[in-house]
């Protein structure tokens, strides 16, 4: 049996699983595979095809089987705690065939960011621990020592070969390779320190740059997440200590780490000239990793930890989640049609970790019940990634639920879930959505056995048949119409949803089209003939650029979701007569701008006298004319 040009190799685990040769079939449309009894036995090598690429679905005995088949192309997929191993095993078939089918699919590794490091290390201390860790890095690459506290009790060093100063830490940015620490009263040591050490007058300001940073004050971290180059121990733990050493030692050199997120500056809504719009990515990143840059944002490659929350927040599609893992969209697709193709009914989506999720799924198989044979596990590094089209398109190919699994200590990543689905339920209708979405906050495999033991919902809708191709928005849009057809009827979103109305106070425009030049995506126009102010819904993603640039506060904006065709044409939000000249009779400019000029500029001491207000009412080259002419008399 193949899929994808992959033969794969089957095995029941010594009989542990019962898997069904003929409905695992289905995940290829072809004939029944072969169900070793144990495939990893004696003999191996007489069981593995001598040439082509395999998917082996066993990940356990991985080592064995690279060791049998050197240098070929090996793709492993664990059906056993997944899928076999489990209360409902006898019924896991169909779910077999969907693990065999998403794991033959190709996958991209991102691409990489490059990061440098000679060892000049920094190290914060509040004990002499920090003294005596700096001697020992002294003697092989650059050291600073910053005495963040208890200067008084620590003892100078007798050979002082490496830096010593006090401080405290007020800001500190970057990665492995290019750390920057900005010091508040920053004091250097005094060579005359007898029993304590002494420091001399401190400067206003200070900075120290480093390549690595060896936190050991004890405190909480500098950063909200890992950071690549920033190591910390407890100073009352020894061993914590030597492995922080041992990772600064290692830490020289280059190294290469994967650039999980990329930006098309092009498509990014964050400013137009000079003016903020849309925040959403910097408001959601928790390692600080974004950046503006101009009217864009860019991504500190060293920074980013792949939270993936930018990408999944993202109104326009300018940034991009590529962790390594390709083609999301398509692995659920293939997922749930080959389950239902094998005959399976009313499957889940169960989101989680590669790693604390499926040690949880595997200690739920070993020790309890298992995942229910219609649950179908689907690992991505970043979770608060998984974003409202992902999860409208596993509705849409016939999951009856999406649920997340999420650490129940990481806030940060169950806020970001917890935004995502407020979206997802309001588009989906409110009640609609009840049972169809959930958050798993558990860290216990019990936990989530008793999560998922609930009564399973009946698709209310045909499983779509479309790729789940394009943008991420464009995806969404499909998911939304399968799901929910092309209704006329106005859906309520929350705020910062990227889909709604702009609303214009008529009166107050002067159809400067100041919020024309500022839209990104096009969603406001200007007239053909006559002066006017245009809208297209459907391109509308809410940046709010158009808001923060109006000069008369005259726009406002409203989330919502419209289906049908109206949203794809462009209105007409107001529509202007073109102000002529009174000299020549040419248009310029409107007519409610130039008589709102008029109006406040007639108190104004240049323009008490009516000719000069008849200025304003010319076109420029007539008023130049008069103008020269008044010079000459």
Known sequence: MQINGKTVLLCSCEGSMAIDADIVAKAADGAAPTIHHRLCGPGIETRIPADGP??????????????????????????????????????????????????????????????????????????????????????????????????????????????????????????????????????????????????????AAGALTAEIL???????????????????????????????????????????????????????????????????????????????????????????????????????????????????????????DTYHRAGGANPRILIHTPKAGATLIEGLARFGNGLPATVLPLAIDGIAAFGPDLIMTALAFGATQVAILAPPEDDTALAAVETTLALVRAILGGDSADGRLAIIAEDDPYGLGDALAGPVAALSTPPADYLPVGRPRERLLHAIRHLRGTTSEPIALPDGAPFGDVVLDADACTLCMACVGGCP??????????????????????????????????????????????????????????????????????????????ERLADHPMFTDPGRRDLLRMCDPCRVTVQQAERKN
């Open 54 to 203: 395999l998917l082996i679905a066993c990940t356990q005995e991985a080592p064995m089987f690279r060791l049998a088949a050197p240098g070929r192309d090996l793709t492993f997929v664990n059906i056993r705690e997944r899928a076999g191993w489990s209360e409902a095993g006898g019924a896991a078939s169909p779910k077999i065939a969907a693990l065999l089918a998403e794991a033959a699919l190709p996958w991209t590794d991102p691409p990489a960011a490059t990061l440098a490091s000679d060892g000049a290390t920094v190290i914060l201390t509040a004990d002499q621990t920090g003294l005596e860790v700096a001697e020992r890095l002294a003697g092989s690459r650059p050291v600073t020592c910053l005495v963040v506290a208890g200067e008084d009790d620590l003892l100078p060093p007798s050979i002082r070969a490496f830096g010593l100063y006090a401080g405290h830490v007020a800001t500190v940015t970057g990665h492995l390779g290019q750390f920057h620490l900005a010091i508040e009263d920053l004091r250097a040591s005094a060579p005359s320190a007898r029993t304590g050490l002494l420091f001399d007058i401190p400067v």
């Open 521 to 598: 995506t096009g969603a406001l126009g200007s007239g053909d003939d006559t002066p006017a102010l245009t809208f297209q819904e459907s391109a509308c993603v809410q940046c709010g650029l158009c808001r923060a640039t109006c000069p008369e506060k005259a726009i406002r904006l409203t989330p919502r979701l419209v289906l049908d065709g109206e949203a794809a044409a462009r209105r007409v939000l107001k529509r202007d007569e073109p102000y002529r000249c009174i000299r020549c009779s040419a248009p310029f400019g409107t007519r409610s701008a130039i008589e709102r000029m008029i």
């Open 214 to 336: 060896l936190d050991l004050t004890g405190r909480p971290s500098l950063f909200p997440a890992e950071r690549a180059g920033y190591l910390r121990a407890d100073p009352n733990y020894p061993a914590a200590v030597e492995r922080a050493l041992g990772e600064a030692k290692d830490l020289i050199g280059t190294f290469e780490r994967p650039r999980y997120v990329r930006v098309e500056a092009e498509r990014c809504a964050h400013a137009r000239h000079g003016i903020t719009g849309c925040t959403r990515c910097l408001d959601s990143c928790p390692t600080s990793a974004i950046r503006p840059a101009g009217d864009a944002v860019e991504i500190e490659a060293g920074a980013c930890d792949g939270f993936g929350a930018c990408a999944a927040r993202c109104p326009t599609g300018a940034i991009t989640w590529d962790r390594p893992i390709s083609g999301i969209a398509d692995r659920i697709r293939v997922l749930l």
